[in-house]
């Protein structure tokens, strides 16, 4: 008799992000092999209806609990048999729902760390996009994930590149029996990579929106532009692959064809390439260690005319050296720059702080925190929280200086 193939349920995690909706575009593509369990959103919840009309979810959520009473009526009204549920509760739940098989971790920020961790002590097979949980908890996410058995699946580009690229049998960490001398993370440098340097203090939020290669939400945008981005990604492929600082070089590829790679004792270097659209890495995590179709239109090899490679400048990404420097601190720095950067992105984006004044922001919260042991979920946290506070002061006393400058 032929075996039915079993149909993987997904609960995708912020559905009206662009991973999220890039996610339901691939998914989609394959419903014999997937189906929708829940879809959540913060607030935008006119797409979540459309979402919910073509996926046919049994939960939607709301994270934001003011919005339940329009969005329940909303998808009465639309006769939507779908229950609509609200709140920072409901996200966890439908995370670790017994139903689901896999989580796409696709919330922007620290609000996604806790339901991508409760996928993860669930033991789901969890694609991550939400590199800030495991920038803010590392040690703590990955115990939780080896004690539950929790697949974890890169999506950033690059990770999932490297994870391609490394032989099927690496274990954890152990370069060395995998023959391998360093893991090329690559990055396109964003929209500033060429702006003369004392022009960069008065770029506009629209501007370092703009990126060249990739289509994304805002605040990663803006990390890209900082490279606070790739910085957030050298302490996710740390804690991913269990790598030491000094098994990784960043190396700028302006083409974003190439996504990384990995380098061997041998000489060879695996490459892992694609046109830049992240429904690659998204339909190579759902359908691993089986290929499927993704939308996404091949590489034509007779169109790439220039490949570049090149170092990032110091002066021109301050916040790159800021995230290796937490990096080696340590968890608590590694939370506590993560938290910064939200807000000061969240500064900027709001125009109350200038572009170059991000990395100032960060570098302050660092300098101002002292080191002390994360070794709760509770203190990872209070941590966060108390980063905010000290970075909401620090923006305020920038503003202030930056008026009093205008004033005389
Ligand atoms: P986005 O801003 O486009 O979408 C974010 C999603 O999270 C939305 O669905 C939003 O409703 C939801 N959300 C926002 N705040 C929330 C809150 N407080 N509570 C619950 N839900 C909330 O972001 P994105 O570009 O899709 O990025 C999502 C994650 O994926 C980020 O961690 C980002 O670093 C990572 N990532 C994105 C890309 C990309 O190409 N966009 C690439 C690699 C990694
Ligand atoms: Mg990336």
Redo the contacts with the bound molecule.
Sequence with gaps: MQKVPKVQKISVL???????KSTIDVILRHPELFSVFAL?????IELLLQQAKLCSPEYVVI?DPKQFSHAKALFSEHQLTCEVLAGHEA?QQVACAPEVDTVMA????A??LMPTLAAVKAGKKVLL????SLVMSGDLFIQAANQNNAQILP???EHNAIFQCLPVDFKYGDLCSAGINKILLTGSGGPFLTTPMGELHQVTPDQACAHPN?D?????SVDSATMMNKGLEFIEARWLFGLEASDIQIVLHPQSIIHSMVQYLDGSVLAQMGNPD?RTPIAHALAFPKRIESGVPPLDFNQLANFSFTEPEADRYPNLALAMQASEAGQYATTTLNAANEVAVEAFLQEKIGFMQIAQVNEQCLQQTSAHDLDTIDAVLESDQTARRLSMNIIEQLSHSSMQRVVS
């Design positions: 912020g559905a009206t992000g662009s991973i999220g959540t959103a913060n607030s935008n994270a996200l696709a919330i922007v920020g609000a996604g996009a939400n590199k800030e999506i950033d580009s990739w994304m939400g805002r605040k990663i992240m």
